[in-house]
Every structure is written in structure tokens, then in C-alpha cells.
């Protein structure tokens, strides 16, 4: 179960409350100076998983900005991988003659065996920092080019012993909204022995209009690739207005029309591991908010002695505080907001979740996954 802390709560007090072992409270919840509670703060009261609980899938992708992973990151994404069905490090970029940028997994693949995940070659249409759609245009007008980049996404994933290619193509063109699923296409025929995956940007409607949207059908996608993962959050992204990043209403509209074009088995819902720290007021044009993790939310919550309050609406947690003479905003996830979007999963019998990303501990989020679900592993 999961316990908001209240006005003179102490971990000593909810332990004895639910007659559970503080120094396991601490453990369980991950809790960095578990001496010190916040207003508002979600503790979840450890429960031995229900055998018969339903089985997911999930995936996790693996981002890192400097030329290998850090040990750091190396460590989360091995203390996860129990719970992990695929593991997707982020990405190879395509270059307008076929040819990948290196990627250095520095073990990484080594650890999704261990660990029972399924990587994945993930490809991007990423050029100088941003989704290129004259990048992406230039490999579907080349046959000889599109042959070139099979072979060499092919050779890496026989080196890395990955199991499925992921497609990441972004900000498309609305002319080769077909010309991308005929890529797909040969891509499927070529990866004999493979699965094949996608990401998608979260439409509502087949024609909606937007640079994001126009160059993914959702339909003519679904029916060529094994599975995609529709990107169910951003609504509160560093340039914008402060709100929730993936707040429970879009998410829910998102999803039901994919239901429409995908079957339930092949979709993946997105969930952010991350928050904004927004400074207030908001104007267009500010420097962009900071992203955060959930943990370390809770900590600059504590350190600038504010009370986490909840948004029934998008079902997301939020506090304010003041540094330097500015206000600011933080909306991030706690157990709270992803028990609501794992409820939302298992209404609507989809074949997974997929996190973005890893280098954002979330502590609270494996806990409620384990005692929701049961993870499916590719072998099991």
C-alpha cells in the first residue's frame, strides 16, 4: 500500500503504524536521509507480491551524454534488470551515407544477458543534436542507402547479441509518412530472427497536424513491426508551461485512439522516470526548467522544507519553493501518479510500459511494478 506522510509523522511512527521494520521502510523506499520526512511524501508499505497478479512486459531505454556510461548508471540499470524485459541503449544515429555513429555499451549488452533482458539496436534520425527530417528523407529516397544501413544495423546487433531493432524516426515529413513504412518494411523482411520495434509520438487522431505527428500512421506502423512505444509524456516539457509531465487524461486519450489503429498486444505505454524544476513566473522564452529525478525531488523538497501536494486531475505530485528570491515549481512522479498509469495499463490490456530513462533514479516505481505485475521475461 501507499502512505502519504502527514503533519508529525516520523518513519518510526509509520513503521510502527503498519507494524513494519523502520530500517526495511528506509530500504524498501530507498530513502536517502530517512530521518527527515516531507509533507506529502509517498511511502510504500512493502506487501508480498500477489502470485496471481498479471503479467507485463517492460522496457527501459539507456541514455548517457558522455562517451560511455557511467558506473553510476551501469549499477541502476543491473539492480533493475529483474524487472526488465527489454533494455534499449540510446542510439545510434543514421548517417545520410548508411553508416552508425559508434555507440560504447561499455557491458551493457553483457548485463542484459545476465539478466534475462532483450537488447536493442536502437536507431534515431538524431544529426547535430536534433531529429533531422532532411536526414530521414535523403535514407528513403536511396535504395543502395537504405541496403547499406540494414547491413550495418544488422551487423551490430549480431555484435551485441540484441534481439530486437528499434526505430526511433522523429519529426518526419508529412510526405514520407509512406515512404517511412516501406523502410520499416524492408527493415522486417531483412531482420530475419529479430523483432522489430517503434517509437511513436502520442496522437489522437490520424490527421492531427503537427510536425511530431505527421510522418507516423499509426495503423500502417502497428501492422508491420512486432510492437511500438507510443511517447505518453512531454506535456510538461523544459520549454513549456509548467504541468505534469504525463498527465492521466492525455495519457488515457492517447492510448484509446491507438486502440483503435494498434492491437492491445503490440502497445507499449511511455512513462517518464523524470520532472521539471520550473522558475517562476513562466514566460516563453526562459531558460528551460531542469529536469529531475522523483528521488531527487524529494530531497530538494526537504531541503527547502516544502510540502508536496497531489493533482487529482492529471494525478501527479507538485510543490513550490523559493531559492535566490524566485519561485519555482517542481511536478514530478511518485508511488501515487505510477500506480494510477499501472491501473491505466492493466484497464486497457496493453502489452507493456517503456521508461524513459534510466538515468533518473525512481526508486518507488520498481517496488509498486513488482507488486502489481509479474514481469515477463523473452525466455520465460
Do not use: C
Request: zero cysteines.
Amino acid at each position: 500500500m501507499i502512505y502519504v506522510v502527514k503533519q508529525g509523522d516520523s518513519l518510526y511512527s509509520i513503521a510502527n503504524r503498519f507494524r513494519v521494520n523502520p530500517t526495511t521502510l528506509a530500504n524498501v523506499n530507498e530513502l536517502t536521509n530517512p530521518d527527515v520526512l516531507v509533507i506529502g511524501q509517498t511511502i510504500v508499505i512493502p506487501d508480498a507480491p500477489n502470485p496471481n497478479r498479471p503479467t507485463t512486459e517492460t522496457n527501459a531505454y539507456v541514455e548517457w551524454y558522455t562517451d560511455k556510461p557511467s558506473q553510476t548508471l551501469l549499477d541502476e540499470v543491473t539492480k533493475r534488470g529483474p524487472l526488465l524485459t527489454y533494455m534499449m541503449p540510446f542510439s545510434y544515429e543514421v548517417k545520410r551515407d548508411g553508416t552508425l555513429t559508434p555507440l560504447d555499451w561499455s557491458g551493457l549488452d553483457q548485463i542484459a544477458q545476465d539478466q534475462n533482458m532483450v537488447s536493442a539496436i536502437v536507431i534515431s534520425n538524431i544529426e547535430n543534436g536534433a531529429f533531422s527530417d532532411t536526414l530521414a528523407q535523403e535514407i528513403f529516397a536511396s535504395t543502395a542507402v537504405q541496403d547499406k544501413l540494414i547491413q550495418n544495423i544488422l551487423a551490430e546487433a549480431k555484435a551485441k547479441n540484441a534481439k530486437d531493432i528499434h526505430v526511433d524516426f522523429e519529426y518526419l515529413r508529412k510526405e514520407d509518412r509512406q515512404n517511412y513504412v516501406n523502410f520499416l518494411k524492408r527493415l522486417k523482411t531483412a531482420a530475419t530472427g529479430l523483432t522489430l520495434s517503434a517509437a511513436l509520438a502520442p496522437k489522437t487522431s490520424a490527421d492531427q497536424v503537427g510536425k511530431w505527428y505527421e510522418g507516423h500512421d499509426y495503423k500502417q506502423i502497428g501492422e508491420v513491426v512486432d510492437f511500438v512505444v507510443i511517447m505518453t509524456y512531454e506535456w510538461g516539457y523544459s520549454g513549456g508551461p509548467p504541468m505534469a509531465v504525463s498527465p492521466i487524461g492525455p495519457v488515457r486519450r492517447v492510448l484509446t485512439y491507438a486502440l483503435t489503429e494498434i492491437p492491445a498486444n503490440k502497445i507499449m505505454m511511455g512513462q517518464n522516470l523524470y520532472g521539471y524544476d520550473w522558475t517562476l513566473p513562466y514566460k516563453p522564452g526562459n531558460p528551460p526548467a531542469q529536469a529531475i529525478s522523483p528521488k531527487r525531488a524529494v530531497e530538494l523538497a526537504r531541503e527547502r522544507n516544502a510540502a508536496i501536494s497531489y493533482d487529482a486531475v492529471s494525478e501527479a505530485p507538485y510543490f513550490n519553493y523559493w531559492r535566490d528570491g524566485k519561485e519555482h515549481v517542481v511536478w514530478f512522479e511518485d508511488a501515487r501518479s505510477i500506480e494510477a498509469k499501472f491501473e491505466l495499463l492493466q484497464e486497457l490490456g496493453l502489452k507493456g510500459i517503456s521508461y524513459w530513462h534510466m538515468g533518473f533514479p525512481f526508486p518507488q516505481n520498481w517496488v509498486v511494478l513488482n507488486e502489481m505485475f509479474h514481469v515477463k521475461k523473452r525466455q520465460s
